[in-house]
Every structure is written in structure tokens, then in C-alpha cells.
């Protein structure tokens, strides 16, 4: 089984920063992109940003030149450092890791969330 946990959310103030974190554990043979979603109320799940294992980024054009994603491969960490955050920012963020477990093939797991606030 894989589990991932988030942490770093809060409440902060516009113009603020926060650092989210989501570390993989379990039975993990490899990990192939891990990214970051993020879900404000009645609305659907979007992609804020994700990376391969090789470092290759992408990102939401909404938080390009705010936001910058990284991972430590070591150990199966991604970070979103947030920075000049808006009030528009205000959501659940989610983890997503595409992991092969078993050496049989990649699956997706989620983690549970973390709130993100941003006051303006």
C-alpha cells in the first residue's frame, strides 16, 4: 500500500508565502510524476503544477512565476513553494503521485488534502 501525506498548509496573508510538502511511503518500487492539485469549494480539482523523476516541470498558467515544485527523489518528496499568494489561492491542495508499487505497472494515489487560506 502507498500513502501519501501532505503537510505545510495554513492561513496567510496576500503576498505571503507557504510551503506545502507530500512525502510517498509504502511499498514503493519507483515514482514517476508527483504534482499538486488544488480544489476550492464547488469547484472542480485543477492541476497546479507536477514533475518527473527527471525534473521536468510544468505548471498552471494561473500560478506561473508564484509557484515553483521540486522533489527529492532520496526520499520521495515533492514540495510547492508558494509565493505572492492571492486570495484566489484559497483551496484544498491536493498530492498526487503516479507509482509503481509492485514493479507491475504505475497507479495513482492521492493524498488527503491540505487547506491552503489566503487572506486578503
Known amino acids: 500500500q502507498v500513502q501519501l501525506e501532505e503537510s505545510g498548509g495554513g492561513l496567510v496573508q496576500a503576498g505571503g508565502s507557504l510551503r506545502l510538502s507530500c512525502a510517498a511511503s509504502?511499498?514503493?518500487?519507483?515514482?514517476?510524476?508527483m504534482g499538486w492539485y488544488r480544489q476550492a469549494s464547488a469547484f472542480t480539482r485543477e492541476s497546479v503544477a507536477d514533475?518527473?523523476?527527471?525534473?521536468?516541470?510544468n505548471y498552471a498558467d494561473s500560478v506561473k512565476g508564484r509557484f515553483t515544485i521540486s522533489r527529492d527523489n532520496a526520499k520521495n518528496t515533492v514540495f510547492l513553494q508558494m509565493n505572492s499568494l492571492k486570495s484566489e489561492d484559497t483551496a484544498v491542495y491536493y498530492c498526487?503521485?503516479?507509482?509503481?508499487?509492485?514493479?507491475?505497472?504505475?497507479?495513482?494515489?492521492w493524498g488527503q488534502g491540505t487547506q491552503v487560506t489566503v487572506s486578503s
Open positions: 498526487k503521485a503516479i507509482v509503481d508499487p509492485y514493479r507491475s505497472g504505475y497507479r495513482q494515489y
Open positions: 509504502g511499498t514503493i518500487f519507483s515514482i514517476n510524476t
Open positions: 514533475i518527473t523523476s527527471g525534473g521536468r516541470t
